[in-house]
């Protein structure tokens, strides 16, 4: 009875995963802020595990790197190039800062200065 239980839920949740796994690598940045892609791409992860399909943190990481836009290059391979796959929490942290440095209006530069210097 329990094995048959159990064979029911794995034939259900089978399917769930692998949608689930191609929903996590059709994300994309679009027009959302990386905060929300993020988050949108955490509950997918945390669905996963939810339903014992956990992910291995370098494909976690892959599927963030996979729908970033182009400007995002100088990150994206600041990440790859490390030997190691960084912790998510602290890529979230880059793509962060990233995002908040390129998004912020450029105040002063050095053509708009006046110096008064006559």
Same mark, same amino acid.
């Given at each position: 009875?329990?094995?048959?239980?159990?064979?029911?839920?794995?034939?259900?949740?089978? !399917?769930?995963?692998?949608?689930?796994y191609t929903n996590l690598h059709n994300q994309s940045l679009d027009n959302?802020? @990386?905060h929300d892609y993020l988050t949108h791409i955490k509950s997918i992860v945390d669905e996963l595990v939810g339903i014992g399909y956990p992910i291995q943190p370098a494909k976690?990481?892959?599927a963030i790197l996979?729908?970033?836009p !182009?400007?995002?290059?100088?990150i994206i391979s600041m990440i790859e190039s490390k030997l190691e796959t960084p912790p998510t @929490?602290?890529?979230e942290?880059?793509?962060?800062?990233?995002?908040?440095?390129?998004?912020?209006?450029?105040?002063?530069?050095n053509s708009n200065i006046s110096w008064g210097l006559r």
């Open positions: 009875m329990f094995g048959s239980i159990l064979e029911y839920f794995y034939t259900k949740m089978k !399917p769930r995963a692998s949608q689930l959302k802020a @990386i976690y990481v892959d996979e729908g970033l !182009p400007d995002y290059v100088a @929490i602290k890529m942290a880059f793509l962060l800062a990233y995002e908040t440095r390129t998004q912020r209006p450029k105040i002063l530069t």
